[in-house]
């Protein structure tokens, strides 16, 4: 049974970084994180595949965030530098059979989140 538990969301004033983390137990597949701010639609931010050899970005946090996994750990981390108010939101992470994914609807399990709050 797949089960993904996410950590290291906080509070940091813009221009910060943070680093999540997302546990995850029952396989080694394509992991994914999303995010979800209040009153908007859940939003793709990074993917990575079972390896590590692929990653995928979406254009916003293209050049800030880094998506990368240690599978000895059964962790899935997402750096997160120049922090911006808009980066503001829940961010989970997602798990699917298949190749780096960017829609929502292609994932499987899904964690319960972490708060992340970026202050201007």
């Known amino acids: 049974q797949v089960q993904l538990v996410e950590s290291g969301g906080g509070l940091v004033q813009a221009g910060g970084s943070l680093r999540l983390a997302c546990a995850f137990s029952?396989?080694?597949?394509?992991l994914g994180w999303f995010r979800q701010a209040p009153g908007k639609e859940r939003e793709f931010v990074a993917s990575?595949?079972?390896?590590?050899?692929?990653?995928q970005y979406a254009d916003s946090v293209k050049g800030r965030f880094a998506i990368s996994r240690d599978n000895a750990k059964n962790t899935m981390y997402l750096q997160m530098n120049i922090l911006k108010p808009e980066d503001t939101a829940v961010y989970y992470c997602?798990?699917?059979?298949?190749?780096?994914?960017?829609?929502?609807?292609?994932?499987?399990?899904w964690g319960q989140g972490t708060q992340v709050t970026v202050s201007s």
């Open positions: 990575i595949s079972p390896n590590g050899g692929a990653k």
């Open positions: 997602a798990d699917r059979r298949g190749a780096v994914s960017a829609f929502s609807r292609d994932y499987n399990h």
């Open positions: 029952g396989g080694t597949f394509t």
